[in-house]
């Protein structure tokens, strides 16, 4: 497949997306040009999903690789309480690599894409060894109203939603609905955006529990208490609950004089600890809870 | 080296650029945020550079590879007429890739990011067997004034910044001049900026010129006539400079009523030749010019 082939691909696949994002040129510039609109703020995240690193092509599908690429960088935006405009993916891949694999990957990622209606505005290709993914994705908030990590108080409640450790467990047994999590973990974009109006601060659960939560306290100088009263998915561990990453659920907090809800955006809401005012320190039901989580480096 | 170490030494690096840029939040939440300004618009694009594809570590220092990472996607906001804002630094490295290597490659592209005073606002890392950089950047122009590739019109002139091929001849020798404009692109950042008022279309020449000429008449539903005069870098040949990639040089067309300068910020300008109105048909001295240039994929 030439180059110029695979861009007339894309190029179709771009224009399936509804144009009410504000983006007023896409693909087939040296940049997309956006026009903001009074009053927001724009925000901005970048992930990489690489061959051998974050899948391998024997357990996941093109459409898996697709489907996650672009769900990693949404998390992020879910993560800010932000809506999601437009994306720019960047693929380098080996020669090997099929037109089919390419279709695949491609239509899977503008299958999320298009559930949020956003726009797939460019990228880079590239020749590689690996497939290599890197999604960058632009959403938008009301002016001031992006969801921070640094701004969590001593006092509130520390509050997450859905089950923890499922994709941790998943990715151990290969199989059942908590493998289907791990390869197509879906972005908490609605639930985001409703939590703008009650959390004082909030994050996405990527790397762990342990190792998030500690950088939320990091960020916001302080600690927190967990009181041992986990969602753990059905066939997770306690582990995997508290260090297992991709789960891609929401962490949040929410001020003490708030009554939390039980449900938002249809996910079920669990209260897990507080937030304290000793920075960095973190325990669970009174013993120290180191941060475990994914590094990327080990 | 763990991965909070290497956050710790790009934040370092990041608080080292000046806070004009209406970036709300940079390294260290989910997202960057920016703060738009009235009636601008906000360009984006990402570009790759991968070890054996782009570079290879015995030809290029890490700061080579830094400051290359950077100035690709520099030129393409060049090519939009746009001013810089930030960038996100996407890095994937292997395992031996030394604390040195990183420091030199984050000094080098912060370095290019100082002279044009934007911001290091985020970007992802992670491991894999080859260094694979992918670098996001966003530029502002004022609403309604990007430079497009679509805008060209039949009668116009077209015009290059600078010498054409030199970074082929570099390529091919691997000393001198020419080389070193290889290894060190430098973007046009500041003759895209006074651009804006006199061209009528344009972009930046990164895979050749027969190529890129066919990309903008593609885009502009027009063809092209080159009446041979181009401006040969030393030391290049004449294929070198039609179909030769990287001079990292703006082709634009002007309007056929103006006066086209001799230099645009300290640039000599070439007229090449002028637009005609049959779609993609390219002559150069009465010849028709085949798209030669680099294809990614060959």
Chains 1, 2 share one sequence.
């Not at 380098?92 to 503008?110: D, E, I, N, V």
């Not at 809401?269 to 920075?279: E, F, H, L, Q, S």
Request: aromatic fraction near 6%; hydrophobic fraction near 40%; charge should be positive.
């Amino acid at each position: 497949m030439r180059e110029t082939d695979l861009i007339r691909m894309i190029r179709g696949f771009a224009q399936q997306l509804p144009g009410r994002t504000g983006l007023i040129q896409g693909v087939g510039d040296d940049c997309a040009v956006l026009r903001p609109r009074p009053n927001e703020d724009l925000v901005f995240t970048t992930d990489f999903v690489i061959e051998d690193r974050h899948f391998t092509t024997d357990t996941h599908t093109a459409g898996d690789v697709g489907h996650k690429a672009l769900a990693r960088s949404l998390s992020d935006l879910a993560a800010m309480g932000a809506e999601p405009v437009f994306c720019l993916v960047s693929l380098a891949f080996p020669q090997k690599l099929t037109q089919h694999w390419l279709r695949g990957f491609y239509k899977s990622l503008m299958d999320l894409a298009g559930r949020y209606k956003i726009a797939l505005a460019g990228g880079d290709l590239a020749r590689s060894e690996r497939i290599t993914v890197d999604v960058m994705c632009c959403g938008r908030t009301a002016r001031g109203r992006a969801m921070l990590r640094s701004t969590a108080r001593p006092g509130d409640s520390i509050c997450v939603t859905g089950e923890l450790g499922g994709a941790a467990a998943g990715l151990a047994v290969m199989r059942g609905a908590n493998w289907r999590r791990q390869k197509r973990p879906q972005p908490r974009i609605e639930a985001g955006l409703k939590l703008r109006t009650i959390a004082t601060a909030g994050m996405d659960l990527s790397d762990g529990l342990s190792l998030d939560l500690y950088r939320l306290c990091e960020e916001s100088k302080c600690g927190a208490t967990l009181d041992g009263r986990l969602p753990i998915a059905k066939g997770a561990s306690l582990e995997q609950a508290l260090h297992g990453g991709e789960d891609y659920e929401l962490l949040f907090t929410v001020a003490p004089q708030l009554r939390i809800p039980k449900k938002i955006a249809g996910l079920p809401v669990t209260r897990i600890g507080a937030i304290t005012n000793t920075p960095r320190k973190i325990t669970l039901a009174g013993e120290p809870l180191r941060p475990l989580g994914f590094d990327h480096f080990r």
